[in-house]
């Protein structure tokens, strides 16, 4: 069965460094999503890619995030000056854009700010 | 606005026994809800979902209703095995291709 991989499963960086969270989506897929989860708290969405451009963004994703699919197969965020508040399980999705199936979630990338 | 929630954080059922998870949403213009499994140190993960023309819709062992007048959407699990132990979430969508605004979730435990 098809699906979405992140690396690395758990980070841990340093207040104020950059970090990056990397996704292979599913190989035909259209759509990329990123999602972040706070310990014990929903699933919160960040921002939607589609055609090499963000198609939506929500509050949390502000100049601090970037996203990029720097080449066919991966798609990566970036948090550019890493604050405390940033320890989350970020998730990657990916959909087909057929409208078809549902969207598919990665294991997540555990970000630990210290 | 947007906005998904669920009715209770746990809920504890016998093994065997069917399993009912509750869930209000208040985005009328949603068209579409989905039902996710969250397994401790896991995504999540798709179990069902159902577009606002339909009222019910089964799956495997799950079935998921949605009350448009009430908005409400629950999910069913039937003959619940220790396996369905996790977290669910309810979430709403515009499309299958639209971002997914997720509620609380409820951990559901399977006692013995």
């Known amino acids: 069965e098809p699906e979405v991989t992140q690396t690395p499963s758990h980070q841990v960086t340093q207040m104020g460094q950059e970090v990056i969270l990397r996704c292979v989506p599913i190989?035909?897929?259209?759509?990329f999503y990123w999602y972040r989860q706070i310990l014990g708290q929903k699933v919160e969405f960040l921002v939607s890619?589609?055609?090499?451009?963000?198609?939506?963004k929500s509050e949390i994703f502000d100049d601090q995030f970037s996203v990029e699919r720097p080449d066919g197969s991966n798609f990566t965020l970036k948090i550019r000056s890493t604050k405390l508040e940033d320890s989350a399980m970020y998730f990657c999705?990916?959909?087909?854009?057929?409208?078809?199936?549902?969207?598919?979630f990665g294991q997540g990338t555990r970000l630990t700010v210290v | 606005g947007e906005s998904v929630g669920l009715h209770l954080p746990t809920l504890s059922v016998q093994e065997g026994d069917n399993s009912i998870i509750n869930c209000a949403y208040s985005?009328?213009?949603?068209?579409?809800f989905i039902w996710y499994k969250q397994e401790s140190g896991k995504g999540p993960q798709f179990i069902i979902d159902?577009?606002?023309?339909?009222d019910k819709r089964q799956g495997q062992r799950v079935t998921v209703l949605l009350n448009k007048t009430v908005k409400h959407l629950s999910l069913q699990i039937a003959a619940t095995q220790p396996g369905d132990s996790a977290v669910y979430f309810c979430?709403?969508?515009?499309?299958?291709?639209?971002?997914?605004?997720f509620g609380k979730g409820t951990r559901l435990h399977i006692l013995p």
């Open positions: 159902i577009r606002s023309n339909m």
């Open positions: 890619f589609y055609n090499n451009e963000i198609s939506e």
């Open positions: 190989s035909n897929h259209l759509y």
């Open positions: 999705a990916s959909s087909s854009g057929t409208r078809n199936t549902e969207a598919f």
């Open positions: 985005n009328s213009a949603s068209d579409y």
């Open positions: 979430a709403e969508s515009k499309n299958r291709d639209d971002k997914i605004i």
